[in-house]
């Protein structure tokens, strides 16, 4: 196999330059059955490539699409490469999509073989098989449970595994033959085709090259000077853009390792055993992990609360100068090392990150106290805009260069520009080739020289000259009178409560602001047991009134903050409600990526919303849910309403405000 | 809803109650009691408060003694089983009340229930090398299996005093699995627990009943949940059986429907 850098422009190939050239390094690692198991490059070359032989003795070839389906496991992974390699397309589907879901991408992308997790998502796939009429096979990694299945048509991993490597023993030629498989793959093959779960209507197949994947990863590895000895973790997703690129293509670029949790439930004490290098998540990951350090801390004894607060809060004060080198005076220095001792460094041991370099947060606006306290601790957190269409990369923050309200500068051959109605449109080598079988879509998306709508409205800040996203274009919108409103601004203001898990806020068009809030149950419930409050349901829970008023205290200290902000004083909360139940992707309230669907939540809650904006003091909910296994039910409930006390605008903006 | 595997081995008997009786002072917990349990099958022993269920178990696990009657395990018969006789012999069991190692972490908990399984002798554990160490390591590694079963990988480490009580029951299931059990007997499995521990627990108690082969005798109050999980239903009254078979037909029974609504006994 040629090795010079030009010739490396598909996965495959990178797999196996990796496997000659850094062979003994660890390419990956699984914790299994409580001891993490470690592949090098050159032992997943092999399994990649055993996997392979068997997918085409089972009849996949170049240009066939394949599902995976399923959590963040190495044969899952592997299955990815493995299909490439034969010039098969994967398409990676989120593991906890319901049935319908999965059998309009499966049907949309005419898989033709899907890759399961477990018995669960078989079971899913059985029970829409008979709309799938091309989907011939289906090949799982879990056996558990699924030994008296009918196997026509199912098939072990290991067993196709064991195919390809009866195959390779019995077939001189056939090694030669899948090496010249893989390199006959060229750069602008289709790689993948990730379907995005969409604020909006149905979900489109976003595809993505080799040259997007390969380019977008290695500048990514440039930019923050990544290598082999990085140590990721994967927990994301694998349908999502963030974790293909990340724990996939990234890792294949640079040659680092990946490791892949026990469960989902033990990311936490596993990223802690690994001690990862360079972390990726949303920022509803950060949010959960501060909510627990203070739910924990809230438990705690006086003394070891009172070091917690003085040192957090001298860490607000001095540790992110520390961070950014800025002279800073000496005791101050001392005093922050005693904190690293005593509070800071067990902290970040606790949330397994210790040996971080860098960390990002992407996928949405992280509340700017959030992102202060890991920086505050020392942690190298940054932000990044990111987009499947572009192959994730649109900026990103440089080190030393960072903002808590912007998203950075245009990342490595990226082109930045505003519209004149303020939305933010990019250019760069990553730029998606179109949306699978829907034309229409791709031309609204992206102009003919290239141009990528984000879909979001931003500005160029003035002091930084960085990127700065206010909220989706689409959602911003006016109040009645011509105040502006961000709802996402107001509602990101509100998570950074620990109590506060959700909020949506309303306002387009009317006269004043209003906003439900879900609340956190592991927050509210611990705050729950501390003050003797009874319940019985998250129901009766958020429609406590001691619950109410304390979430009453969030909305005025936000009100009370946004009341100090010129452009955003006119859009405080004048009425609020506790929702009734949890905000859930099952019953399409979320996206598979976490995000409020802000349009179905108006039509759903309408009758609340109504309630809101009617003066009444409590309004009636009627709605459907879906429980995890599918099943659906009914929640009804009366919700009470609150009226806040707006804040006075600065003077300023009255002065102006009575000029127009 | 079960899979024809596991009803193929069943039929042999496994274990016979015969005509046991069972008193203490003037209250008589049990009188001349008798059914079998049969190889692979779900047993559950039902009955209104203070029938004599718990009792039941008891005699079966060697804990009390009965004053007549014989017992029949494995083809030996005998008028009384041991506590230590029953463990040896393959009958493993959890309790009503939850009876683990509260100090102890998940992992040493169900590590305890190995204990019978070891070879090597009190000096080689001490030191934990050479052989005692290749044990451990198999014996972890069985242990391990039976975590990523039960689905508590999230909860290897932790103290089994902070759990929530659904998930204690879980780990003292894990235990009695530790011991590779002929018999699991389960005494209240769901007590106490809400809607999904208790359709998470009967999901395990299946599988374990399926893959394992394990044949389980369980008490249980909740008696939906009985009806769907179990093979056969062995209903007790003021220390009588009063009703042996098939769930559908104990439904249907006279005797049982009265024990249920509370009639006056005559």
Not at chain 1, 1 to 26: C, D, Y
């Amino acid at each position: 196999m040629q090795s010079s850098e030009f010739a490396l422009n598909t996965v495959p190939k990178l797999l196996i330059h990796n496997a000659a050239t850094i062979g003994r390094r660890p390419a990956m690692r699984h914790k299994d059955l409580g001891i993490w198991r470690a592949w090098t490059w050159a032992a997943m070359l092999d399994e990649v490539r055993a996997f392979s032989i068997g997918l085409a003795e089972l009849g996949i070839e170049r240009g066939d699409k394949f599902a995976i389906i399923g959590g963040n496991r190495p044969r899952l992974y592997w299955a990815i490469c493995a299909g490439q390699a034969l010039g098969a397309v994967p398409v990676p589907i989120y593991a906890d999509a319901v049935a319908d879901e999965m059998a309009y991408v499966l049907g949309h992308a005419e898989v033709k073989l899907a890759v399961a997790e477990d018995q669960e998502q078989v079971d899913k796939i059985i029970a829409i098989s008979d709309r799938l009429p091309q989907l011939t096979r289906v090949i799982y990694d879990e056996p558990r449970g699924l030994q008296d299945y009918d196997h026509t048509r199912l098939i072990s991993f290991a067993d196709v595994q064991r195919l390809g490597r009866k195959k390779l023993a019995n077939d001189r030629t056939c090694l030669q033959q899948w090496e010249a498989g893989v390199a006959a793959g060229k750069g602008s093959d289709l790689a993948v085709i990730l379907y995005t779960s969409g604020t909006t209507g149905r979900s489109k197949g976003v595809m993505l090259t080799y040259d997007n994947t390969i380019i977008s990863a290695r500048n990514a590895n440039a930019f923050d000077r990544l290598d082999q000895n990085e140590e990721v973790i994967a927990y994301l997703p694998l349908a999502w853009i963030g974790d293909h690129i990340f724990s996939y293509v990234q890792s294949y670029a640079a040659g680092y390792c990946v490791n892949c949790p026990e469960t989902p439930d033990t990311v936490l004490d596993d990223r802690r055993e690994i001690g990862t290098t360079y972390a990726f998540a949303p920022p509803r990951v950060y949010e959960n992990l501060l909510t627990l350090t203070m739910v924990r801390m809230a438990d705690a004894g006086p003394l070891q609360r009172k070091m917690f607060d003085f040192f957090i809060s001298f860490a607000r004060r001095w540790g992110e100068k520390i961070l950014d080198g800025e002279p800073v005076p000496l005791h101050a220095r001392l005093i922050y090392g005693l904190g690293e001792f005593l509070v800071y460094g067990p902290l970040k041991n606790r949330f397994g990150l210790s040996r971080i370099r860098v960390g990002y947060t992407a996928g949405e606006a992280i509340g700017p106290e959030i992102f202060r306290f890991y920086r505050a601790l020392g942690i190298n957190l940054k932000q990044l805009y990111g987009q499947t269409e572009a192959s994730v990369y649109v900026t990103a923050q440089p080190d030393g260069e960072i903002d808590a309200e912007t998203v950075g500068r245009a990342s490595p051959d990226v082109e930045l520009k505003i519209s004149e109605t303020g939305e933010v449109l990019f250019r760069s080598p990553g730029v998606f080739v179109g949306y699978y079988k829907d034309p229409e879509k791709t031309a609204e998306v992206r102009t003919p020289d290239g141009w990528v709508h984000t879909g979001d409205a931003g500005f160029f800040d003035a002091k930084t000259g960085h990127l700065k996203i206010i909220d989706r274009a689409k959602d911003v919108g006016r109040l009645e009178d011509g105040t502006l409103f961000a709802p996402k601004y107001i509602e990101n203001k509100l998570k950074f409560y620990p109590n506060v898990r959700e909020a949506v806020a309303v306002g387009d068009g009317r006269d004043f602001v209003c906003a439900m809030v879900n609340i956190d149950l592991t927050a509210v419930s611990s705050w729950a047991e501390r003050n003797n409050v009874v319940y019985g349901s998250y129901q009766e829970l958020a429609g406590h009134p001691l619950v109410y008023d304390m979430i009453a205290r969030h909305v005025d200290e936000v009100n009370k903050s946004l009341s100090q902000e010129e452009i955003m004083a006119g859009a405080q909360i004048r009425r609020f409600l506790v929702l009734p139940k949890e905000l859930d992707a099952d019953d399409g309230e979320l996206t598979r990526t976490q995000k409020v669907r802000r349009g179905f939540i108006a039509d759903r809650y309408a009758s609340l919303i109504d309630g809101l904006y009617s003066g009444a003091s409590e309004a009636d909910i009627s709605t459907e849910i879906t429980f995890d296994d599918g099943r659906k039910g009914i929640i009804s409930a009366r919700v009470a309403i609150r009226d806040m006390r707006p804040y006075p605008a600065p003077a300023a903006a009255v002065a102006t405000g009575r000029a127009a | 809803m079960r899979a024809p595997s596991a009803t193929e081995t069943r039929g042999e008997v496994l274990l016979a109650v015969d005509d046991v009786s069972l008193s203490f002072g003037g209250v008589r917990a049990l009188t001349s009691v008798s059914f079998d349990i049969r190889k692979g099958e779900i047993l559950a022993i039902i009955g209104p408060n203070g029938a004599g269920k718990t009792s039941m178990l008891n005699v079966i696990n060697g804990f009390y003694q009965p004053q007549s009657g014989r017992i029949t395990f494995k083809g030996k018969a005998r008028t009384a089983m041991r506590p230590y006789a029953a463990a040896h012999g393959g009958i493993a069991r959890t309790f009503q009340n939850l009876a683990l190692f509260r100090g102890m972490t998940t992992l040493d908990n169900i590590m305890a229930g190995r204990t019978l399984k070891m070879r090597r002798g009190f000096f080689w554990q001490l030191i934990r090398h050479g052989p005692a160490m290749t044990e451990e390591i198999k014996h972890r590694q069985f242990v391990e299996e039976i975590i990523d079963f039960l689905q508590i990988a999230a909860i290897r480490k932790i103290p089994v005093g902070r759990l929530a009580y659904g998930l204690q029951k879980r780990v003292e299931l894990g235990r009695a699995l530790a011991m590779e059990p002929d018999l699991l007997l389960l005494d209240e499995p769901m007590a106490g627990m809400n809607l999904e521990e208790k359709e998470d627990m009967s999901r395990f108690i299946l599988d374990v009943n399926q893959q394992y082969g394990t044949t389980i005798a369980l008490i249980e109050h909740d008696i939906g949940v009985v009806m769907d999980l179990s093979d056969r239903v062995v209903v007790l009254d003021y220390g009588r059986k009063i009703a042996d078979g098939t769930p559908d037909e104990v439904k249907r029974d006279e005797n049982v429907i009265r024990a249920y609504l509370g009639e006056p006994h005559a």
